[in-house]
């Protein structure tokens, strides 16, 4: 039993524990020892793993962590001369002795950090996978493989990307600090983009790990929620996001079966919508338009909110046009190209929507070949057939194969 234990809480608080370690660390000792955070973080679990195996877990395996951490970055410091002669300066003026650092994990001390470290990460001078990956990697607590999971690829190129970005960083000399006032709104919408390809990642994922699937959102929430907390960064935009999230989240169960073919929207059970993350997404939708600009999240999060009304009413689909027509204006993409256009066919009818869908000529999407079947189905079911298998030939996942396939069915 204390075995079993032991199996679940030390990944749980892997987690949720690592990031906080690591971040404190980083900042005490800047941003070119990133590496030294991540190995004293990560030989604080391995010695966990070692103890609590014999030893049983402590009363409190948190408070257990935080002292084994500040322990081993005090032997470190006392092992390397070098390092502590180069950060000297910066380790004294944390501490109020001589030579003995101070690891403050308080929870002040490592909400700013992690904060901080957000920031820092999402610096522009590195790409957007890159920025992604060091969020999973040192603020959500993901271990290499699963990093690697969530995009498809294997572990060498995650780590030759990681690699990079903290090489970028050291370069650049970039501080683990928040932005000026002055540039906080700049800065912010690098954070809030690399938050939202995180989600994105999840709610979209290519990925049979439908537990992956659903930390990657939740990482998303809580990094989001994180900005909402602090002064400086709960500005509308954050808001509008984060209610953006909570409106998708409601969906996820009933979003695929358990064999993980998808459930089209028109065919969800709403009883496994979770009405509780409707109700949040609500309350942070209505403070997100306290402000005086309009982000794409706030046009995204009111369309993810009519999307919660399951009634297939004129006005609903109306008020979804209408703000996709606002979208494109703010941010054009093909994707929310293509979605306005199915709700101009829900809300005016298929044969004007033909002549909008027909004008994208997205060739090589098979988003829109599915769209243009959706259109001619019951209008004209040769090109309807055309169009589902062109469809066909350029999906990527079996989820999306699967589904064309039953409308091809349906055809014949």
Same mark, same amino acid.
């Given at each position: &039993?204390?075995?079993?234990?032991?199996?679940?809480?030390?990944?749980?608080?892997?987690?949720?524990?690592?990031?906080?370690?690591?971040?404190?660390?980083?900042?005490?000792?800047?941003?070119?020892?990133?590496?030294?955070?991540?190995?004293?973080? /990560?030989?604080?679990?391995?010695?966990?793993?070692?103890?609590?195996?014999?030893?049983?877990?402590?009363?409190?395996?948190?408070?257990?962590?935080?002292?084994?951490?500040?322990?081993?970055?005090?032997?470190?410091?006392?092992?390397?001369?070098?390092?502590?002669?180069?950060?000297?300066?910066?380790?004294?003026?944390?501490?109020?002795?001589?030579?003995?650092?101070?690891?403050?994990?308080?929870?002040?001390?490592? /909400?700013?950090?992690?904060?901080?470290?957000?920031?820092?990460?999402?610096?522009? /001078?590195?790409?957007?996978?890159?920025?992604?990956?060091?969020?999973?990697?040192?603020?959500?607590?993901?271990?290499?493989?699963?990093?690697?999971?969530?995009?498809?690829?294997?572990?060498?190129?995650?780590?030759?990307?990681?690699?990079?970005?903290?090489?970028?960083?050291?370069?650049?000399?970039?501080?683990?600090?928040?932005?000026?006032?002055?540039?906080?709104?700049?800065?912010?919408?690098?954070?809030?983009?690399?938050?939202?390809?995180?989600?994105?990642?999840?709610?979209?994922?290519?990925?049979?790990?439908?537990?992956?699937?659903?930390?990657?959102?939740?990482?998303?929430?809580?990094?989001?929620?994180?900005?909402?907390?602090?002064?400086?960064?709960?500005?509308?935009?954050?808001?509008?996001?984060?209610?953006?999230?909570?409106?998708?989240? /409601?969906?996820?169960?009933?979003?695929?079966?358990?064999?993980?073919? &998808?459930?089209?929207?028109?065919?969800?059970?709403?009883?496994?919508?979770?009405?509780?993350?409707?109700?949040?997404?609500?309350?942070?939708?209505?403070?997100?338009?306290?402000?005086?600009?309009?982000?794409?999240?706030?046009?995204?999060?009111?369309?993810?909110?009519?999307?919660?009304?399951?009634?297939?009413?004129?006005?609903?689909?109306?008020?979804?046009?209408?703000?996709?027509?606002?979208?494109?204006?703010?941010?054009?993409?093909?994707?929310?190209?293509?979605?306005?256009?199915?709700?101009?066919?829900?809300?005016?009818?298929?044969?004007?929507?033909?002549?909008?869908?027909?004008?994208?000529?997205?060739?090589?999407?098979?988003?829109?070949?599915?769209?243009?079947?959706?259109?001619?189905?019951?209008?004209?079911?040769?090109?309807?057939?055309?169009?589902?298998?062109?469809?066909?030939?350029?999906?990527?996942?079996?989820?999306?194969?699967?589904?064309?396939?039953?409308?091809?069915?349906?055809?014949?």
């Amino acid at each position: &039993m204390v075995y079993m234990e032991q199996k679940e809480l030390i990944p749980h608080l892997f987690r949720t524990e690592f990031s906080k370690i690591t971040s404190v660390l980083c900042k005490l000792f800047g941003i070119e020892h990133i590496e030294v955070a991540e190995d004293i973080a /990560s030989e604080t679990f391995l010695a966990a793993f070692e103890t609590w195996t014999y030893k049983g877990i402590p009363e409190n395996p948190t408070a257990w962590l935080y002292t084994v951490a500040k322990n081993k970055a005090h032997n470190y410091l006392a092992r390397n001369k070098l390092f502590t002669q180069k950060i000297s300066p910066t380790l004294k003026r944390s501490s109020t002795k001589s030579e003995v650092i101070d690891l403050d994990m308080s929870d002040k001390n490592i /909400s700013d950090s992690q904060l901080q470290m957000l920031f820092t990460i999402c610096h522009p /001078s590195i790409p957007q996978e890159a920025q992604i990956g060091l969020a999973l990697r040192i603020l959500c607590g993901f271990g290499i493989d699963e990093i690697a999971n969530a995009f498809l690829t294997n572990k060498e190129v995650i780590n030759k990307r990681l690699f990079r970005a903290k090489e970028k960083l050291r370069e650049e000399k970039i501080p683990i600090e928040m932005p000026r006032s002055t540039e906080i709104n700049e800065r912010l919408d690098v954070v809030l983009t690399t938050l939202y390809l995180l989600f994105s990642e999840g709610y979209y994922s290519e990925s049979k790990d439908s537990i992956l699937r659903k930390e990657l959102c939740r990482e998303a929430m809580q990094l989001t929620y994180m900005l909402l907390q602090n002064e400086q960064t709960n500005l509308p935009s954050v808001n509008a996001l984060f209610s953006l999230f909570c409106f998708h989240s /409601s969906r996820f169960e009933a979003r695929k079966i358990e064999n993980g073919e &998808m459930v089209l929207y028109a065919d969800q059970d709403e009883n496994l919508w979770d009405k509780e993350l409707i109700e949040r997404g609500v309350y942070f939708l209505n403070i997100s338009s306290q402000g005086e600009r309009l982000t794409k999240y706030h046009l995204e999060a009111s369309i993810a909110y009519w999307h919660t009304i399951k009634a297939d009413t004129k006005e609903k689909w109306e008020n979804i046009l209408q703000l996709y027509n606002h979208l494109l204006t703010i941010e054009y993409s093909p994707i929310a190209a293509l979605n306005r256009t199915f709700a101009l066919s829900k809300a005016y009818g298929k044969q004007a929507a033909i002549a909008e869908a027909e004008k994208l000529n997205l060739s090589h999407n098979h988003f829109y070949f599915t769209l243009l079947g959706e259109l001619y189905t019951d209008i004209d079911n040769l090109k309807a057939r055309q169009s589902f298998e062109k469809a066909l030939s350029l999906a990527k996942t079996q989820t999306d194969k699967q589904t064309l396939k039953k409308k091809l069915e349906k055809l014949q």
